[in-house]
């Protein structure tokens, strides 16, 4: 059974360096969504695609922090010139049809530390 | 707006209490979805539940049971003879079906940590 992966688990990185993630979905969900986890407190929405278009992007998500997801199969999440306050457990989750009712699985998430 | 709030932060029982972690939430739309999910130590958010805000019917799964009253805007979990297993952080959330044109990303309370000792 392959759920929703997620690769790098962890990242340590520098301020000011740049690093990407990498989400593999269920296969054949067309729905993709990434979140972002700090300590204490429930996820937060940050963009979502369906198929290969990004539909929605919260204002979470600034213009240092960029998703694709070409080909509408694997996603990558890239945050620029990272800071501190990025440090954070990155999320996805997969879901198949296009509505609000449908079950979202998640991954394990990346842990980022920005040192 | 919409927001989930998740009154009790922590809640330690012991071995075969019963427990009920409470939900509020807040929303505009006529058309939403609830859910509850779990994320153990591990970190992976499992998912438990979900209802739609046109079925007030309350939910039972083993242990575990589900009261969801719009009247209070309430969505309580509850779980019965509790076990060290169930020791997590539970989630509630909330999905929106029409306002905004935001279709399908969930809204999340803080979270309430349980810890069930033996």
């Known amino acids: 059974d392959t759920g929703v992966s997620q690769n790098p688990r962890h990242k340590i990185t520098k301020r000011g360096q740049n690093v990407t993630f990498r989400c593999d979905p269920i296969?054949?969900?067309?729905?993709l969504y990434w979140y972002r986890q700090t300590l204490g407190q429930g996820p937060e929405f940050l963009t979502y695609?369906?198929?290969?278009?990004?539909?929605?992007k919260s204002r979470l998500l600034s213009d240092r922090f960029s998703a694709e997801r070409p080909k509408g199969s694997f996603s990558t999440l890239e945050i620029q010139r990272t800071e501190q306050g990025d440090s954070a457990m990155y999320l996805c989750?997969?879901?198949?049809?296009?509505?609000?009712?449908?079950?979202?699985?998640f991954g394990p998430g990346t842990r980022l530390t920005v040192l | 707006a919409q927001k989930v709030t998740q009154a009790q932060t922590e809640i330690s029982v012991v071995e075969k209490e019963d427990v009920t972690l409470d939900c509020v939430y807040e929303?505009?739309?006529?058309?939403?979805?609830l859910f509850w999910y779990k994320q153990p130590p591990s970190g992976e958010l499992v998912f438990l539940i979900r209802?739609?805000?046109?079925?007030?019917q309350n939910e039972i799964s083993g242990r575990y049971s589900w009261n969801f009253q719009k009247s209070t805007s309430s969505f309580n979990f509850t779980i019965t003879a509790s076990q060290v297993v169930d020791s997590a952080v539970y989630f509630c959330?909330?999905?929106?079906?029409?306002?905004?044109?935001?279709?399908?990303?969930?809204?999340f309370g803080k979270g309430t940590k349980l810890s069930v000792k033996p």
């Open positions: 929303t505009r739309d006529t058309t939403y979805y």
């Open positions: 296969s054949e969900h067309n729905r």
């Open positions: 989750a997969s879901s198949s049809g296009g509505g609000p009712y449908n079950e979202q699985f």
């Open positions: 695609f369906q198929n290969e278009a990004q539909l929605e």
């Open positions: 209802r739609n805000s046109f079925d007030e």
């Open positions: 959330a909330l999905s929106e079906a029409n306002y905004g044109g935001s279709q399908g990303n969930l809204i």
